[in-house]
């Protein structure tokens, strides 16, 4: 019977590739599995629970968080890993992201949207989604925002690069279902601010370490924010700045952080993020720092 518990802790050890002692604690901090008990206490699991904690241990192998995973449904985690497999020991994913973003860029010079969507999937499967972000999207927005002020890439180009890559982003981010259970982050632009993409990078990452994210685009005034804040009982707010002046981020986040209450972790990020001196909201500019911070 393929549901009968049988394999006692030691041996799920062997199956798994986990120490007996992450299996204790994923079933104790995280209820990720609850094996049944034998009469004298010990540890039985099925089949399908040596099924889930394998999925488990590939998905954190590929930089999930267990906290941020252990309660979805196995569905759910076969998604996940089917697009986000652990990086094959034979090909380190970075020695191909220098040609994988080259081709994205050919592929935008030449508008074929398609192409570009499809080789940044494929590499979104094969790449630990820190990395994803930090060696391709985001070099690749930096790129055609140079090419776009030195002309050699026009509006349109531009145009279908944020196309894409918010599209990406945003199914990405969907992957990590949310659940009425799990803390939940706000995520958006101040006012005026058009550029989202960064927003969309970390409410990806926070989606990843298991929050609930309510991401609400760009170009909100404080006041929206803030009520969206509150209406959600959201415990941590993410904000991205990449075009306002300094000058006028500070103003925008200082008229945020007053509406917000002081309980709430606000996160900015964005080559233009600036704070008052003294202000409580952190900015971060690393996304891998920035997702650790975000890991619970
Ligand atoms: C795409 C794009 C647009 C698109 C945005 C579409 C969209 N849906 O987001 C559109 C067409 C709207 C646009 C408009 C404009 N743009 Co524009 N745009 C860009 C481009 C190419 C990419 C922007 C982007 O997403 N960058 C990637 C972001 C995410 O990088 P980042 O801010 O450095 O953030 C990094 C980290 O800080 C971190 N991060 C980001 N957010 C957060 C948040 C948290 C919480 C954390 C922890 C971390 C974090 O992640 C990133 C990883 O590297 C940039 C080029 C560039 N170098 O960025 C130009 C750029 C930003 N744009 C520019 C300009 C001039 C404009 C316009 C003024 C053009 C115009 N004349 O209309 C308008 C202004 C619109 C407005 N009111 O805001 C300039 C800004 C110059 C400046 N002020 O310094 C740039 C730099 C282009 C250039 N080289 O000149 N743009």
């Known amino acids: 019977m393929a549901d009968e518990a049988k394999y006692r802790v030691g041996m799920v050890a062997k199956m798994t590739g986990l120490s007996t002692h992450t299996l204790r604690m994923w079933e104790k901090r995280y209820a990720a599995v609850l094996p049944q008990r034998t009469e004298a206490g010990g540890r039985l699991y099925t089949d399908a629970d040596v099924g889930r904690l394998r999925l488990l241990h590939t998905l954190v192998d590929s930089g999930h968080s267990i906290g941020g995973i252990a309660k979805l449904p196995d569905v759910d985690l076969r998604h996940m890993a089917a697009a986000f497999p652990a990086p094959s020991s034979q090909q380190p994913p970075s020695k191909h992201l220098p ?33 994803f972000l930090k060696m391709i999207v985001a070099p690749i927005l930096v790129e ?21 890559m918010r599209g990406l982003l945003f199914s990405l981010m969907r992957l990590y279902p949310s659940n009425d259970s799990r803390r939940r982050a706000v995520v958006a632009t101040p006012a005026k601010e058009d550029h989202e993409l960064g927003a969309l990078m970390v409410a990806m990452l926070a989606a990843m370490h ?38 006028a981020s500070q103003t925008e986040i200082a008229a945020i952080a007053e509406q917000v209450p002081e309980r709430v972790k606000i996160l900015a990020g964005g080559r233009n993020a600036a704070v008052d001196a003294g202000s409580r909201v952190e900015v971060q500019q690393d996304l891998e720092v920035a997702s650790a911070t975000l890991s619970w």
């Open 99 to 131: 040609e994988v973003r080259e081709r994205v860029m050919t592929a935008i010079e030449r508008l074929r949207v398609e192409e570009a969507e499809q080789l940044l999937s494929r590499a979104a499967l094969s790449t630990e989604p820190v990395e």
């Open 144 to 164: 055609v925002g140079e090419r776009w002020e030195n002309g050699s890439l026009r509006i349109a180009h531009e145009h279908a690069c944020s196309t894409v």
């Open 210 to 247: 298991g929050w609930n994210v309510l991401y609400l685009g760009p170009n909100l005034p404080a006041e929206e924010i803030a009520y969206a804040v509150d209406a959600t009982e959201a415990e941590l707010l993410l904000l991205s700045v990449t075009n306002l002046s300094k000058k």
